[in-house]
């Protein structure tokens, strides 16, 4: 069994810069002519599990513009880290590391939502059948394992652990450590850790083996949300605005497509993915798969979407107040779905509202 992993302090503080006006017609002012803009997306990908990205490129969502696979991660900050270096053309994190983004200025935009929380789709912070942990108190002087820190999980236990008295003294006796997904379950009955966080594929896939209980989920404490948006470089988005309406249109029509489809087909088709991309992973776990859970229409990003994290960090002293917009952080101007021409005036679609 793999051993936990106790990670160095990771600084994923990098900030999104205004976009100049985007082109939003072919080759129009500002952005990269047609004939010089890259078809080619350098990404990463999750073991085991089809990106929403994937799933467009195999239903022709994406056209012209191919992907290309260079690694897998199991870390939302790294991978936008990652978008932000340029090592790969996007990422995607909880909006929560977007915001810290935003307190160093790293030329990154939010172009869409990908994941989010629903009835279905979820994150569950489990502990064994016969655990003492019952409470948020319970939780001091316990280790909680989860995918990375950072992000959405330690986000969703600091809120708990807010919403239920414990002070920041409290809190900091409350030991997040990472472990990677798939061990996740058997750290957790190896009693290696004392709460471990489970989603979708993974925790239905322990709750069917029995002998846990869940603590208490995200969707118990903030309801149906989306969570985490893709970034792009803002200069990949300025020389090649084309290739960049295509990839966020074609990933907004895979949202709709898995949406209105039924779930065995929705299935069906990320096992033939999985099948076909030949990485060596086993399918079987997909069949748990429910709900990408994004809340809003075609995965378009609001204000208030990043603004329960802007308030989170803040209150946690890891921004100051007013440091940073929500407004400033995305743009849904590349989102062209349902849209007959350029984005509607009445809705946001850019930084500030440009």
């Known amino acids: 069994m793999s051993t936990l992993i106790t990670p160095s302090s990771r600084r994923q503080f990098l900030t999104l810069l205004g976009l100049s006006a985007v082109a939003v017609s072919c080759g129009s002012g500002g952005g990269g002519a047609a004939k010089d803009q890259t078809k080619t997306l350098r990404y990463q990908g999750w073991t085991g599990s089809v990106i929403l990205p994937e799933l467009a490129a195999d239903l022709g969502f994406l056209e012209d513009v191919k992907l290309k696979w260079v690694g897998n991660t199991i870390s939302g900050p790294q991978d936008i ?120 594929i993974l925790r239905d896939k322990a709750l069917q083996t029995g002998g846990i209980r869940p603590l208490f989920t995200d969707y118990q404490l903030l309801g149906n949300f989306s969570a985490g948006t893709y970034v792009v470089n803002d200069r990949f988005l300025k020389e090649n605005p084309d290739t960049a309406r295509t990839f966020v249109t074609g990933v907004a029509r895979a949202i709709e497509w898995a949406r209105a489809t039924p779930r065995d087909e929705v299935i069906a088709r990320q096992v033939e993915i999985v099948k076909k991309r030949g990485r060596n992973e086993g399918t079987a776990p997909l069949k748990y798969w429910k709900s990408f859970g994004v809340a809003e229409t075609a995965g378009r990003i609001t204000d208030k979407e990043l603004q329960l994290w802007i308030d989170w960090l803040a209150k946690r002293g890891d921004i100051e107040k007013g440091q940073v917009k929500a407004s400033d952080l995305y743009t849904n101007e590349f989102n062209a779905y349902g849209r007959p021409g350029k984005s509607s005036a009445a809705e946001p679609t850019s930084k500030s509202g440009s």
């Open 81 to 200: 880290q990652s978008a932000a270096t340029g090592q790969v053309d996007f990422g995607g994190a909880f909006n929560g590391a977007v915001v810290k983004l935003a307190a160093r200025k790293a030329p990154i935009t939010a172009v869409i939502s990908y994941y989010g929380v629903d009835k279905a789709a979820y994150n569950g912070f489990y502990v064994l059948q016969d655990s003492p942990i019952h409470s948020a108190r319970d939780l001091i002087g316990q280790k909680v394992g989860m995918n990375t820190l950072g992000a959405h999980s330690e986000a969703m236990l600091d809120i708990y652990l807010q919403r239920h008295g414990l002070s920041q003294a409290d809190l900091k006796q409350v030991e997040p450590l990472v472990v990677p997904p798939v061990n996740t379950e058997q750290s957790l009955r190896q009693k290696q850790i004392q709460v471990g966080v489970l989603g979708d």
